[in-house]
């Protein structure tokens, strides 16, 4: 048996699709292929000299998270200081997917795994999970083996199959190292700040007030030029411009002063010039120059030419590159180098593009003359810069995805073309004693500029002038202008700041510009600029007044330079971790301390929660009425108990027929969210916020992150998850029958009419009832052959279906023949056919089973992870 394992090899990529195009490489499209939580290719062929079966898999990006252990996830009963030295724990990143089992069934009986994970810092922290994983670590007699490549074409993976390392140990750590520190900085400071200035402000319009090492500081740069702009103040200035008509020519002549700040002074040499009023050509020169080639490109120049030319922001052009990656067309995105190696094959390169359309005929020009070396750019030690792999046209990639590899292809073909040449010839003038010049420029060689034509030198003719000669002014200008601000920084400048102050990396760049975008920090304006808002500005200034350090790149910098030590095995990751999280520790007790200053700037710009929001409902402890505060996150707030509940989000919410809990006395609210297809469900504030109800918080979650101290452990629980056994809103009494999609149970919507629906109170699942009946209802009874709950039609008497103009009819849904041919499903697959098959509806077990069983259904993940800062 033992033997028959060392022949079996188990390979790992980071994505399905690079696992496909590694098994077809290598099996010459050989291979059969089985379903698992990803696909499993398989074939044999030879490993390192023997004969071998091969299996190929993928896992889908990280396998595991770090988070903090349950009892910490409780806002309410964690003091965030506790956070920095709380133990952490992975968790399965996905684990709807089951990628770990996957991994432990497919690796029994191999003796050889190979790691094809991406070759970065990230995939190289994956390599290890998958080790974990599969138990290969646990056999010293199975061997692993890592293949190192930088895209998906044959060339590539026969070259990585032919040179197999180790799995790098360091980088992997340097990677675990940053994640705690991250996590736990991030999640202390953001629960701190979260629940101190929500629980003070109503109009903050941000679900969280997030601090990141990374994040934080990225605001900090936007927030700077914003202080920038608004401290400007513009100062008038003059300048001389003079007229010549020569040969035709009409020429304005740029004064070599420039510009003056004094308006009299600027009067006094436009006399002397225009007494004069005769110019002389003192001095004509002429000078080739040259505008050289762009070296490779890397990640961060791609991110920058895509927000500033393509109107993508790094995000998304992130996922397009990605894209264009996993699908072979371009090599690896993500690398900070922009030299090429020297085994680089640019002649077969240009070879696959001479075929294309678009600019093909150019290539087959420049492997006709001879393409350049390309100029020599920065090694990063990581992955080549990012070229064109196999020729498409627009069809084939649809809009966003075809500018993105346009420019890829165009910048590596620019790298090989010649340099752009061009003469520039400068003429210079003398009048009443002051200096004056022109400039034309004539383009010699276009050079790599004819295919990148944005970067073209613009032509200018001037005439042809003679030393010493003079020639009489038309004119003589004054001009008036004023000093101008900057503009507000674009994504374009902000990722340039990023990267010259070690802030993220290549990867996670777009991470942190997202996040500062969706926490309300900054907007992004035309031209995609970034404009902070109230928030983002308050923060930092908040920041400066206690401790700077927390929004300046330094310390972000810092944190960088630690983690390189450890990834080049020159620091222990641990002793790097305590001594970072030792520093930002004493900082977040300091800004603890401090927070009042930061508060007063809150003060001045937000207003409090007693004064936002409007009256909506009864509080039902002192009975007046609660403020309803619909920017993020939504809440009822009563002035009187100085109390808050937290609503669902993304939707509308309104009173509820002034119905009252019999829990509580709180008046009840429906929620709908948007959408023809939206539900709309009671809720009863308090019970939302507080499930009377044990095991509730397993059945459904509200969004944790909306980070209140008041919100604990399992908040959310809308009347549709209630099984209070007599209130006619709860489960219990609206619910109709088992969802046949999921666990959860289908209950009447009830608010829809006159689009009467029943919907599933954990998936999507909807089903669409007799349309246009005055009314329907649920009755106590249930059916007797599939134990659903028995409705009651009230049918429009111009459109019922009964004979003799009949109205009213009870039945089952699942088992009366004439209410089972009026429903119809959306959404679920096999509602009929699943229901019908097992005795109408008798195999489910009805309603009651169906709400038991609610635990195993869909939960929203109630965690605050913060992996992306």
């Known amino acids: 048996m033992e033997m028959a394992s060392t022949n079996k090899v188990l390979m790992v990529a980071e994505k399905p699709s690079i696992a496909l195009s590694i098994a077809s490489t290598l099996s010459h499209g050989r291979m059969s292929t089985r379903k698992g939580s990803t696909d499993v290719h398989e074939f044999d062929g030879s490993f390192l000299g023997f004969q071998a079966h091969y299996k190929v898999t993928s896992v889908i990006g990280h396998v595991f998270s770090v988070d903090f252990p349950a009892p910490y996830q409780n806002w309410a009963a964690t003091d965030p200081l506790d956070l920095f030295q709380a133990p952490i724990c992975k968790a399965e990143t996905n684990p709807k997917a089951h990628i770990c089992r996957h991994l432990s069934q497919e690796a029994r009986g191999c003796g050889h795994l190979v790691l094809w994970l991406d070759c970065d810092r990230e995939g190289e922290n994956i390599c290890f999970e998958v080790i974990e994983c599969t138990g290969f670590h646990l056999n010293k007699g199975r061997r692993i083996y890592r293949a190192r490549f930088s895209s998906v074409t044959e060339k590539d993976i026969l070259g990585a199959m032919a040179n197999l390392v180790e799995p790098n140990r360091h980088e992997a750590l340097a990677v675990d190292a940053r994640q705690e520190i991250d996590l736990k900085v991030g999640v202390a400071f953001t629960r701190f700040q979260t629940s101190y200035f929500q629980g003070k402000y109503g109009n903050l319009d941000s679900r969280v007030i997030s601090y990141g090492p990374c994040q934080t500081p990225t605001l900090g740069f936007c927030v700077q030029r914003y202080f920038q702009i608004n401290t400007f103040k513009p100062e008038k200035f003059w300048s001389l411009h003079p007229y010549i008509i020569y040969n ?35 001095e004509i020169s002429e000078k080739q120059e040259t505008k050289g080639r ?4 890397n990640t961060v120049n791609l991110l920058k030419v895509a927000s500033s030319a393509l109107g993508l922001g790094p995000q998304v052009a992130m996922q397009v590159a990605e894209r264009l990656y996993t699908q072979g067309f371009i090599s690896y995105p993500r690398t900070e180098s922009t030299s090429y190696p020297s085994s680089f ?10 075929k294309n359309p678009t600019w093909g005929s150019y290539v087959q ?21 990012i070229t064109p792999m196999l020729s ?34 400068k003429v210079e003038f003398s009048i009443g004693g002051e200096s004056f010049q022109c400039v034309g420029q004539h383009v010699t060689v276009k050079g790599f500029t ?3 034509p944005w970067l073209a030198i613009p032509e200018k003719n001037l005439p042809q002038f003679t030393k010493g000669e003079k020639i009489e002014i038309s004119k003589v200008d004054l001009f008036e202008g004023s000093t101008t601000p900057p503009d507000y920084l674009s994504e374009s400048d902000l990722i340039s700041l990023m990267e010259k102050n070690g802030i993220g990396t290549d990867a996670s760049i777009p991470v942190h510009i997202n996040n500062i975008c969706e926490r309300n920090f900054v907007q992004v304006q035309a031209g995609r600029k970034l404009v902070p808002t109230p928030l983002g500005i308050t923060l930092i200034r908040g920041y400066q007044c206690i401790d700077p350090d927390l929004c300046l790149p330094d310390i972000r910098s810092f944190i960088e330079h630690q983690i390189t030590l450890v990834a080049k095995g ?34 001045a710009q937000f207003s409090a929660l007693a004064d936002s929001g409007r009256n909506l409902s009864k509080c039902g402890k002192c009975l007046r009425y609660m403020k309803y505060i619909s920017s993020q996150p939504p809440r009822l707030y009563c002035n009187t108990c100085e109390e808050e509940y937290y609503l669902p989000q993304k939707g509308s919410i309104k009173l509820y027929k002034e119905l009252t809990c019999p829990l509580d006395n709180f008046e009840l609210l429906i929620f709908s969210m948007p959408g023809p297809e939206g539900k709309s469900f009671p809720l009863c504030p308090y019970c939302y916020n507080s499930p009377p109800f044990e095991g509730i918080d397993t059945l459904y979650s509200a969004a944790k992150t909306t980070g209140s101290s008041k919100l604990g452990k399992g908040a959310g629980m809308p009347c549709f998850l209630c099984p209070h056994p007599t209130c006619q809103h709860s489960m219990i009494a609206q619910g109709v029958c088992a969802c046949p999609e999921c666990s959860g149970t289908l209950v009447l919507d009830p608010v829809s009419a006159p689009k009467w629906r029943l919907y599933c109170n954990i998936c999507n699942c909807l089903v669409f009832l007799p349309q246009g009946a005055h009314r329907i209802s649920t009755t106590q009874e249930s059916c007797p052959e599939c134990d659903s709950k028995i409705i009651e039609v009230d049918f429009n008497k111009k459109t019922t279906p009964l004979e003799d103009g009949a109205t009213l009819y009870s039945g089952c849904i699942l088992c009366d023949e004439l209410l089972h041919s009026l429903v119809e499903m959306k959404h679920g697959k096999s509602f009929f056919k699943r229901m019908a098959s097992r005795g109408r509806g008798r195999g489910r077990g009805g309603v009651y089973r169906g709400r038991g069983r609610g635990s195993t259904g869909k939960k929203v993940d109630p965690k605050m992870s913060f992996r992306d800062f």
């Open 365 to 385: 020009r420049l492997l006709a003359d001879g393409y350049n070396k390309p100029r020599v750019g920065t090694d990063a030690g990581d992955h080549p810069p």
């Open 570 to 603: 020159q620091a222990d990751h641990i002793h790097v971790v305590q001594h970072v999280l030792l520093q930002f520790r004493q900082k977040y007790c300091y800004f603890v301390k401090q927070i009042e200053n930061m508060n007063t700037l809150f003060e």
């Open 294 to 297: 762009p070296p490779g490109l």
């Open 450 to 452: 004819a295919i990148m």
């Open 345 to 354: 094959d640019f002649k077969g390169t240009l070879g696959v593009l001479a």
């Open 248 to 282: 035709g020519y009409e020429l304005q002549l740029e004064w070599e002063r420039k510009k003056l700040f004094d308006i009299d002074v600027v009067i006094m040499f436009q006399k002397l010039v225009m007494e004069d009023g005769i110019t002389e050509v003192t």
């Open 392 to 425: 498409a046209t627009e069809n084939e990639l649809g809009k966003d995805a075809w500018r993105l590899y346009e420019y890829v292809c165009q910048h590596f073909i620019g790298t090989l073309s010649p340099d752009c040449k061009y003469l520039r010839t």
